[in-house]
Each structure stands twice: as structure tokens, then as C-alpha cells.
């Protein structure tokens, strides 16, 4: 394996990054004796080193050991002792607390210390593995060094060289894949450089003069596909193991890991409160790309949450379609609370830095007088000031210019006709309208100087030249037989670009076909990062739908019916349908950064109405893209690029 030299301060500044929540290590200088650790702990440390046999069979030599180890926790009222000979003092132990001890005397002696060597002792209220560490680290001094370890139940006592003597050794394997994804994102290092980090932190924390790389003669690491295989004593090994399992990414030292995935570090989101969005999210792209050709863009966000309002009141059948389409599995008002609640996340979220604007916001405009007054203060509990009365019967056309105008505002003008003329008549009850705006930086910015023309493929036999956009950085990366998965950061890390590449030139329509949101989430549990040398085309994209059609497809057809439509908890002296859902968005993606913005209107009305060599990411070829919020997952962008000049 390829060797670094890290400097010490790079090591300790990683170990400081990492193990915030640790415990001292002992010092070089001191065998790693620590403490026996709590009984979950040395279980999951047993089973480590001598897999599952030690819980079934009593009768294996760990079920000794760890009934040694429970004598050893017992504390010691009074041990006093003044220039007894040694062995008497550990005789006394052996016998006392019912110890299985051996002490060997050849090394002992070969240190200068025989059976009759004077000992004083005068401890009290310790527990007893302490006590025998403080009587050998008295009884060594400063010149000889004696420790313990444990070997099927019996205490062996001895000098430290001849416990790192090889029948003393182990060999354990340790995965530390998580660890090092971790340490990849926090430190921002390839795979090759973070594992190299770790490996320095485990010989300079963990008896650093025993490592064959520090001048030792036992100690060696060795990786292999993200396994560390490890030859050390025993107690070193529960050391090791100690220290690796504080190292893991946990909900209280990852905050992005915990939220946007308690089963794999930052994976697909969560399904809280009955929302289940990225899976819908899929789905909604899935169907959208069976109909549309060329390019597209669209938010999921925005339309789940414009629709999540719409279920609030229906009913029946239209609300059974709405909740199995929408991924729903809760009460109306339990998922627009938690939608509400999403939405304040991520306007507000303190990962987002000053100079990134991500902005959601709702409105619902209404006929005056005529929504259900248990619908209305439902919607005003989860999303306030949003409402606003209008006058469709006498001027709908005044209507759809307020709500134009409130898009393009919340868009920051990059939406500018959200609702079409004559999409609205003197029969539409209820408008919902939903907008999104994003603009961020990248955290690695491609250098403008970079970007060189060179072709796009279209297909086998058409090719287009655009600029593309160039760097080699270390970024979170994925490959299988079929694709390739990049993970682009923006500025402050709370919020990604995935960028899907097929391998094959025109394996874009298959890996859309076969795109779940469980694949996703494994192919995003399995990434690492690596050095990626990255090619990527700078465009702009925008799409302008109506989405009954599509929403249709994928199962809740009734809620577009006029006859069918139940949606009495909105407007119960009527038969309300859904006549539209308008959705339109843009993005422009360049070196600097991303911005995109998108709107949803969904429309009610009455029956009647009008209606080690770095990785190669080229994305040279068609590619689908999602841009995503890390602590929850939100998928608030997704797209597919086939033609980067739009033509």
C-alpha cells in the first residue's frame, strides 16, 4: 500500500474534528489497558473478535472471560499493604476476589523483579481492574512497564514486551467504510487520503511505539476495500475497537447523517408525519418522462405541497387516490402540519449560509364567503397569512394577475406567467399556489478558464459543441454496471446536486424506467468520496406543464373528474374538481453556482368551466439531475438534460 507521512498536526487536528465525545486514550508511553467497558460494549467487542459462538456456548473461553470481567468491575473497599513481598500481594488477590491470575515470573525477573520484590499498597473504594493497574504501574516504575490482559478467563500478569510477545496477538478486521465516508465529508478528502488520515490517527492515539510504521515490532494496519485488517495484543484491539466505535456517525455528532436518514448516513429522506415526498418525488419524474420529450424540469416540492393543501379536503375515494399517489399515510391535518413544517425548515435552516437565498412560499386564493369555514381555519393553523379572498364570479381575470404577480415576486421575476389567460372563469372556487426560489454557489467553484468547448452526444449519430465546464476535486461519488452517481455541494453543504450519467450513450431512457426512490436511496447509502475528474455542461433549462395528465397516470384520476371528484370538506354546496395543476420551472446551472425557481397553481372550479486516478465523471451524454436539501431530504428540483442547447 501506497505510504503517506501525515503531519502530526493534520493527525491530531483530524482526532480532534472526530472524537469530540471520546475519552483520553492512554498515553504511548502506558500499555492500553483501559477500563473493562460497559456490558453492551464488551459484547459487541466479544462478538467482534470470536463471532456469535460466544453467546450460544458457555463452554467457549469468552463466557470466562467475561465473568473475569465482571469481578473486575466489583470495587475494593480497602486493599493495604506495606513492603509485602509481591507475590504475596497478588496471592492475596487471586484469593480474596476469587481471580483465575498467573503472574509470569521469567519475565518479571528478566526486569529485575523476583517474588520477594517489597510492595506497598494503600487504596481504597476502587474497582478492582484499577486497583490492579495502580499496583502495577507502582511496582514497573519509570524503567519497567507490566501490564495485564485476559485469555480465557485467567489474568495474565506480565511485562508489556513480553505481552506484545506474538502469542499475545490477534488479528481482527474492522469496517470503517462509515468512518471514512465521514471523515471524507467533514475534512474534505478523497477515499485514499481519508483512509490514510485514519490509519495515522489509530498509531498516534492507540500505543504508538508498538506500530511496526512508528519503530514498533507488532502493530500493523492494512486496508482493503474499506476494511481495516489489524494485527495487535489484545488489549490494544479493545482500544482500537473503543475508539472506532465513537468514531462512527451518530444522530448526535452528525446532524446531517441523523436527519436526512436514521438507517443510512445521508441517504433518501425521511417519511415524517405521514409525508413520504422523495418517493413521490420519483414517481412524479418516472411519469413525467415516459411523456415528455427533450428536456424538463420540475419541482417536487412544489407541487407536493400545493397538492397537500387540496387534500386537506377531500374526501372518499378522490382523497384514498390522492393519499396512495402522494405518498400520504396520515390525517389531512397531520400532513399538512408536517408539510408546514417542512417548509419552515427549509426557509430557515441554520446550515444555510448568509449568501445562499432559498425561499417556499404558499398563498391560497378563494371565493369570498363560499369555502368550508373547517377547511379554512385547517389550512390557516398550518400555513398563516396565506389566504386571500377574491372575486372570481365578477373579475377572475383581476385574480390571476394578483396571483402572477406574487409568483414573479417570490420568484425573483424568473416565473413571470404562472397562470395562462383564460385558465380562470367566473366558476373557479379555489387557487393554490406554491413557489420556490433557490440561488447558491458551488462549494468547489469550476474555474471559468476550465471551460472549453467539446461535444455533447445526443445520441449515436448526432453530436452538438457547447462549453463545458472542467474540474478535478474530491467529491462524493458512485458507480454500478449501469450508471454513474456524482454529488456536487453547494456552498455551506446543505443542499446537493446529484447528477445520474448512464454509461452507455443512450442509457438514459432505461435508467429512467428502472429509477425507484429504494434504488436511489441505496446507491446514495453506497457512495464515497474520491477525486473526480468532473466534465459538466453549463445550461439553462425551463419547462411549462399542466399536469391532470399526468397526475392521472399515476392514480388519482378522480380528483380530476367532475363527476367523480369529492371534495366536499372544501366546498360542500358544489361539486368542486381539480380543472388544472399549472407547474413551471427554470434553472441556470455555470461555474458560479445554480439558480432555479419554480410555481405550481392547482385550480378548483365547478362542473361547467373551459379546461487513485481520479474517477471520470463526463457528463458528455443525456443525464438526469435532482437538487436536494440535505437535513431533510426534500427533493426540490429534479430535471432531465437530453439537449443542453434546447433545441
Known amino acids: 500500500m501506497h505510504q503517506v507521512t501525515w503531519p502530526r498536526l493534520m493527525i491530531l487536528s483530524a482526532l480532534a474534528a472526530l472524537t469530540a465525545c471520546v475519552s483520553p486514550q492512554p498515553p504511548a508511553s502506558q500499555p492500553a489497558t483501559l477500563p473493562p467497558p460497559d456490558d453492551a460494549e464488551e459484547a459487541a467487542f466479544l462478538t467482534a473478535l470470536y463471532g456469535n459462538d460466544w453467546l450460544s456456548d458457555p463452554q467457549v473461553s469468552i463466557a470466562a472471560d467475561r465473568k473475569t470481567l465482571a469481578k473486575l468491575r466489583k470495587i475494593v473497599p480497602s486493599i493495604e499493604s506495606e513492603n509485602q513481598a509481591l507475590e504475596k500481594v497478588f496471592n492475596h488477590l487471586r484469593d480474596e476476589y476469587d481471580l483465575n491470575l498467573t503472574v509470569s515470573w521469567r519475565a518479571l525477573e528478566a526486569a529485575a523483579l523476583d517474588r520477594n520484590t517489597p510492595v506497598s499498597v494503600h487504596l481504597k473504594d476502587l474497582p478492582l481492574h484499577a486497583v490492579l493497574r495502580e499496583l502495577l504501574t507502582g511496582i514497573g516504575g519509570s524503567e519497567t512497564s507490566l501490564g495485564w490482559t485476559l485469555d480465557r478467563g485467567m489474568i495474565i500478569i506480565s511485562t508489556r514486551d513480553d505481552l506484545h510477545r506474538a502469542k499475545h496477538q490477534h488479528v481482527m478486521v474492522y469496517d470503517v467504510r462509515e468512518i471514512i465516508d465521514r471523515l471524507s465529508g467533514e475534512r474534505d478528502l478523497d477515499a485514499h487520503d481519508a483512509t490514510q488520515t485514519l490509519m495515522a490517527v489509530l498509531r498516534e492515539s492507540i500505543a504508538a511505539d508498538t506500530w511496526r510504521d512508528n519503530g514498533g515490532t507488532i502493530g500493523a494496519i492494512r486496508e482493503i476495500g474499506g476494511y481495516f485488517v489489524i494485527n495487535q495484543t489484545r488489549d490494544n484491539h479493545r482500544a482500537i475497537f473503543q475508539l472506532l466505535r465513537r468514531l462512527e456517525p451518530t444522530p448526535q455528532r452528525d446532524t446531517r447523517t441523523a436527519t436526512a436518514n436514521a438507517a443510512a448516513s445521508r441517504t433518501l429522506a425521511v417519511a415524517a408525519d405521514g409525508l413520504d415526498t422523495p418517493r413521490f418525488a420519483l414517481d412524479l419524474y418516472g411519469q413525467l418522462a415516459k411523456t415528455t420529450k427533450g428536456n424538463f424540469i420540475c419541482s417536487p416540492a412544489s407541487i407536493n405541497m400545493s397538492l397537500a393543501v387540496v387534500y386537506a379536503g377531500a374526501k372518499g375515494e378522490t382523497a384514498k387516490q390522492m393519499a396512495k399517489t402522494l405518498h400520504y399515510s396520515a390525517p389531512a391535518e397531520k400532513v399538512n402540519a408536517a408539510a408546514a413544517a417542512l417548509l419552515k425548515t427549509l426557509n430557515r435552516d441554520p446550515d444555510t449560509p448568509d449568501d445562499t437565498q432559498l425561499h417556499i412560499a404558499n398563498a391560497f386564493w378563494a371565493q369570498e364567503r363560499k369555502i368550508n369555514a373547517d377547511f379554512r381555519a385547517l389550512i390557516n393553523s398550518a400555513y398563516r397569512d396565506a389566504w386571500h379572498d377574491v372575486d372570481f364570479t365578477k373579475n377572475a381575470n383581476a385574480a390571476r394577475t394578483s396571483m402572477n404577480n406574487w409568483a414573479q415576486e417570490q420568484t425573483k421575476g424568473k416565473i413571470k406567467e404562472l397562470v395562462p389567460a383564460g385558465a380562470l372563469t367566473d366558476l373557479t372556487r379555489l387557487v393554490v399556489t406554491n413557489a420556490i426560489y433557490l440561488k447558491s454557489k458551488w462549494a468547489k467553484p469550476f474555474d471559468p478558464a476550465q471551460t472549453l468547448d467539446e461535444y455533447f452526444y445526443l445520441s449515436a449519430d448526432k453530436k452538438v459543441q457547447l462549453p463545458m465546464m472542467a474540474q478535478t476535486e474530491s467529491f462524493a461519488f458512485y458507480e454500478n454496471d449501469d450508471l454513474k452517481l456524482l454529488e456536487m455541494d453547494y456552498k455551506g453543504r446543505s443542499l446537493t446536486m446529484l447528477v445520474l450519467l448512464p454509461k452507455q450513450l443512450e442509457g438514459l ?139
Not at 426512490?517 to 439553462?540: G, T, Y
Not at 361539486?575 to 392547482?602: K, M, N, P, S, W
Open 509 to 647: 431512457p432505461a435508467l429512467e424506467k428502472g429509477l425507484t426512490a429504494d434504488k436511489l436511496r441505496e446507491w446514495l447509502s453506497e457512495k464515497r468520496r474520491h477525486r473526480v475528474d468532473v466534465k459538466l455542461p453549463k445550461f439553462s433549462a425551463q419547462s411549462d406543464l399542466n399536469l391532470p395528465k399526468t397526475l392521472t397516470a399515476m392514480g388519482m384520476g378522480d380528483a380530476f373528474d367532475p363527476f367523480k371528484a369529492n371534495f366536499s370538506g372544501i366546498y360542500a354546496r358544489e361539486a368542486l374538481y381539480l380543472t388544472h395543476v399549472f407547474h413551471r420551472a427554470v434553472i441556470d446551472l455555470d461555474e458560479q453556482g445554480t439558480e432555479a425557481a419554480a410555481a405550481t397553481a392547482v385550480v378548483g372550479g365547478l362542473f361547467g368551466e373551459s379546461p487513485s486516478r481520479p474517477k471520470t465523471f463526463h457528463a458528455n451524454r443525456p443525464f438526469l439531475y435532482l437538487i436536494r436539501h440535505n437535513n431533510t431530504g426534500e427533493i426540490l428540483f429534479m430535471g432531465r438534460l437530453a439537449n443542453p442547447k434546447g433545441e
